[in-house]
T-cell receptor
Framework: LAKTTQPISMDSYEGQEVNITCSHN???????ITWYQQFPSQGPRFIIQ???TKVTNEVASLFIPADRKSSTLSLPRVSLSDTAVYYC????????????FGIGTKLQVIP | GAVVSQHPSRVICKSGTSVKIECRSL??????MFWYRQFPKQSLMLMAT?????????EQGVEKDKFLINHASLTLSTLTVTSAHPEDSSFYIC?????????????FGPGTRLTVT
């Protein structure tokens, strides 16, 4: 299982774009990169998943460089409700695959 | 779609008693479900992998006789904390993989807050 490294915490003002970078130097060829969001006392919620280049959905973008040793979650124009812990995970796309959560990044959005 | 429920959402029990937590995939089948534990201000820690029709696989350091897992159907897995003690107080979260999808994306339940007094 590829290990991930993220900043422990980040602060941002409302309306700003937030970029959270995750390092995964030992990512395997079959591994996908997935980001989850967790609010206090709730289960994690899927945000976005990608393999390479750029992926965008209605809530975020995921940028993955060619070497795939890192990835950046981009949240456009954050609001107070985006205050949460964000986890970056890597793992095989197919079949049974357990994942290991790192410590995550605590994002605090400031009014 | 892809909703996972847990019951109960919170439970308080006395030390020495057993507590059962249910995890259900509401609109998909899940051969594989996972159980996590999360202590305050910490990350999720995988406890075990639950496979329908077979024995669960426990992570190192997790007592299989204390945390009994039963995955009797493709939509239900249960975690029973036996002879609970105050140190078992934690937030227990389950997740499930959709058998129809090739992605390993996991759908998480809302969690169960266990307090042992």
């Amino acid at each position: 299982l590829a290990k991930t490294t993220q900043p422990i915490s980040m602060d941002s003002y409302e309306g700003q774009e937030v970029n959270i970078t995750c390092s995964h130097n030992n990512i395997a060829t079959n591994d996908y990169i997935t980001w989850y969001q967790q609010f206090p006392s709730q289960g994690p919620r899927f945000i976005i998943q990608g393999y390479k280049t750029k992926v965008t959905n209605e809530v975020a973008s995921l940028f993955i460089p060619a070497d795939r040793k890192s990835s950046t979650l981009s949240l456009p124009r954050v609001s107070l409700s985006d205050t949460a812990v964000y986890y970056c995970l890597v793992g095989d796309s197919g079949g049974y695959q357990k994942v290991t959560f790192g410590i995550g990044t605590k994002l605090q959005v400031i009014p | 779609g892809a909703v996972v429920s847990q019951h109960p959402s919170r439970v308080i029990c006395k030390s020495g008693t057993s507590v059962k937590i249910e995890c259900r995939s509401l609109d998909f089948q899940a051969t594989t479900m996972f159980w996590y534990r999360q202590f305050p201000k910490q990350s999720l820690m995988l406890m075990a992998t639950s496979n329908e029709g077979s024995k669960a696989t426990y992570e190192q350091g997790v007592e299989k006789d204390k945390f009994l897992i039963n995955h009797a159907s493709l939509t239900l897995s249960t975690l029973t904390v036996t002879s609970a003690h105050p140190e078992d107080s934690s937030f227990y979260i389950c997740s499930a993989r959709d058998d129809r999808r090739s992605s390993y994306e996991q759908y998480f339940g809302p969690g169960t807050r266990l307090t042992v007094t």
